[in-house]
């Protein structure tokens, strides 16, 4: 059984058809990936499965449990985290308090539940640990983007939804973030992430959906990809302009 199963999900803004039909299941321990030009409804359909817009049609399930019509609150208590990039970091809290804030979705944490919880972060974004009694304000955008990261670890998510975590960030240092997001998937955390730069994303993902229209058109392992065909067959016609979406290359 999934441990998330996305069922036939409609979304709608007023008359704009943001997701049309879509249907994703992701395993225990597996990494989805989610491609697809601006506009394609990628985010919208994060924010449905976490209960931050609600789905017209189709379901929800997590764990073989309909989550129905809960709320944003109900649904991170359950184990799902979205983070959203750039969104939320408190610039006067310091990294260390930031990240005890991403521990609250999951209940009254014990104060060695929390240091050893923080260790974890520390431990896998070592730069947030030297970082940590510094106000994240100060935070260069790549620490800034790891602190959202590890924020959202914070309460054990039994699924973590990242929509563009590196958005914004240089070649480089969104390549490190997708290493460390490798790093994640190999202790088994379970992810879906969305992601435009489709080189970074392959790398890291088991399967990845394509969505066009709000529509998933087509899943496929990773490793079945060619990064040439999927944009050519998806992302968009062949020329060179068109093969940048809204000015950000694909690959
Ligand atoms: N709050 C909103 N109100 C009305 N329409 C919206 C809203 N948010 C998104 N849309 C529309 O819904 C559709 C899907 O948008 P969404 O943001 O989910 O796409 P996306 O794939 O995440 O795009 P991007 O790559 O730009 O982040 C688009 O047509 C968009 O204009
Ligand atoms: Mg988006």
Redesign the pocket.
């Known amino acids: 059984m999934s441990l998330l199963a996305i069922r036939n999900l409609d979304v709608r ?2 008359a ?1 058809a ?1 997701v049309v039909g879509a249907s994703l299941e992701v395993g225990q321990g597996e990494v989805v990936g989610i491609l ?9 359909m994060l924010a449905a499965v976490a209960g931050l817009v609600r789905a017209v049609a189709g379901s929800v399930h997590l764990d073989g449990r309909d989550l129905g019509r809960l709320g944003p609150d109900r649904r991170a208590r359950s184990g799902i985290v979205l983070v959203v990039e750039g969104r939320g970091v408190l610039g006067p809290m310091t990294v260390a308090e930031n990240l005890e804030l991403g521990a609250y979705p999951g209940g009254r944490q014990a104060r060695s539940e929390l240091a050893a919880r923080l260790e974890e972060a520390y431990e896998l974004f070592p730069v947030l640990r030297e970082r940590a009694a510094q106000p994240a304000g100060v935070l260069s955008g790549g620490e800034a983007a790891m602190l959202v990261v590890a924020r959202g670890l914070m309460s054990r998510p039994r699924i973590l939804l990242l929509d ?1 975590p590196a958005l914004g960030l240089a070649p480089r240092t969104a390549s490190d973030l997708f290493a460390r997001l490798g790093e994640l998937k190999s202790a088994g955390t379970t992810m879906v992430i ?1 992601e ?1 730069k489709a080189a970074d994303l392959l790398a890291v993902a088991d399967r990845v959906a394509v ?1 066009r229209g ?1 529509r998933i058109v087509r899943t496929a392992a990773s490793s079945d990809v060619n990064l040439e065909d999927l944009q050519q067959a998806y992302l968009g016609p062949s020329t060179e302009a068109d093969l940048a979406i809204n000015g950000r290359k694909l690959a």
């Open positions: 803004y007023g704009v943001a697809g030009p601006n506009g394609a409804g990628k985010s919208t563009e969305v435009q969505m709000g």
